[in-house]
T-cell receptor, first 114, second 112 residues
Framework: AQTVTQSQPEMSVQEAETVTLSCTYD???????LFWYKQPPSRQMILVIR??????QNATENRFSVNFQKAAKSFSLKISDSQLGDAAMYFC???????????FGAGTTVTVRA | DSGVTQTPKHLITATGQRVTLRCSPR?????VYWYQQSLDQGLQFLIQ???????AKGNILERFSAQQFPDLHSELNLSSLELGDSALYFC???????????FGSGTRLTVV
């Protein structure tokens, strides 16, 4: 079974600064997908960014970027120029190519200080 | 609005009761997934349906069942409810060949 570990229960960042969230995963597969989801107080699960394991280039979506280290099984999320609206719980998730279910980490709560 | 509709948004019921949660996927999406989010277990995959057929099963209790209808909407039935079933239940949907999917806003179930 795949496991996803987020070692930081909480992170705090000053508005306009940068914060990096850590995620590691365990898998024996070579082809898979990784995701970061945001869950604001509204509880809606919002896809932030996704990465295909066979692509070496790190994914970027506006202020959000990832550092994907396949050999280390690490998938960190960087939020640049943090905004108050970025305050939320962030979940890292893994999906193998052959299996449609997502395995989630425990989440990291991000607080943005004005 | 994500396009995935879940009803009801909130549900309060007593132990031992049965409830039905409903999900309408995004237009054109054939796959529906159910997840449970609780404080102690985090986000757990329950079950997946694809075009009316069960595709994969996760940590779904025998007291729980689901189905997907010809119009592609899905229902999750929870019976003999226990206090520990209190959680946020999410539905998500995806197109046939997409590796990502879209979540609904969830149904908050409280068992008292």
């Amino acid at each position: 079974a795949q496991t996803v570990t987020q070692s930081q229960p909480e992170m705090s960042v000053q508005e306009a600064e940068t914060v990096t969230l850590s995620c590691t995963y365990d898998t024996s597969e070579s082809d898979y997908y990784l995701f970061w989801y945001k869950q604001p107080p509204s509880r809606q699960m919002i896809l932030v960014i996704r990465q295909e394991a066979y692509k070496q280039q790190n994914a970027t979506e506006n202020r959000f970027s990832v550092n994907f280290q396949k050999a280390a099984k690490s998938f960190s999320l960087k939020i640049s120029d943090s905004q108050l609206g970025d305050a939320a719980m962030y979940f890292c998730a893994y999906r193998s190519k052959s299996d449609y279910k997502l395995s989630f980490g425990a989440g990291t709560t991000v607080t943005v200080r004005a | 609005d994500s396009g995935v509709t879940q009803t009801p948004k909130h549900l309060i019921t007593a132990t031992g009761q049965r409830v039905t949660l409903r999900c309408s996927p995004r237009s054109g999406d054939l796959s529906v997934y159910w997840y449970q989010q609780s404080l102690d277990q985090g986000l757990q995959f329950l079950i997946q349906y694809y075009n009316g057929e069960e595709r994969a099963k996760g940590n779904i209790l025998e007291r729980f069942s689901a189905q997907q209808f010809p119009d592609l909407h899905s229902e999750l039935n929870l019976s003999s409810l226990e206090l520990g079933d209190s959680a946020l239940y999410f539905c998500a949907s995806s197109p046939r060949d997409s590796y990502g999917y879209t979540f609904g806003s969830g149904t908050r179930l409280t068992v008292v």
